[in-house]
């Protein structure tokens, strides 16, 4: 699985972005995906998550009720949209998938992922 993540960049505290990360490579539907992220000096974090079918998300709870996770079919990709930004969320974002054979199920550790895209940088000034 190839993993293309996009969509950073420099933004003030309380704006929008969103990230996009295209797979391609095997069926998009067989795997669950994730973001992580990672500020410099710490480690990688969780931040989201989706289940295979969709109906399963789980968050972090430093973004939850800020940050939403989708999947979409249409475009094998998965989409982190990400509201009311702080400065702490300044850091490298990655996403990531992994293969999974039920269809609800959730990981939240880097070590459960197989598969990683290149991470895109997101900047937040306040």
């Known amino acids: 699985v190839q993993l293309q993540a996009s969509g950073g960049g420099l933004v003030q505290a309380g704006d929008s972005l969103r990230l996009s990360c295209a797979a391609s490579?095997?069926?998009?539907?067989?795997?669950?995906m994730g973001w992580f992220r990672q500020a410099p000096g710490k480690e990688r974090e969780f931040v989201a998550a989706i289940s295979r079918n969709g109906y399963n998300t789980h968050y972090a709870d430093s973004v939850k009720g800020r940050f939403t996770i989708s999947r979409d079919r249409a475009a094998n990709a998965v989409a982190l949209q990400m509201n009311s930004l702080k400065s702490e969320d300044t850091a490298v974002y990655y996403c990531a998938s992994r293969y999974a054979r039920l269809m609800d199920v959730v990981q939240i550790t880097p070590d459960d992922y197989q598969y990683w895209g290149q991470g895109t940088q997101v900047t937040v000034s306040s």
């Open positions: 490579g095997r069926p998009f539907n067989q795997y669950t």
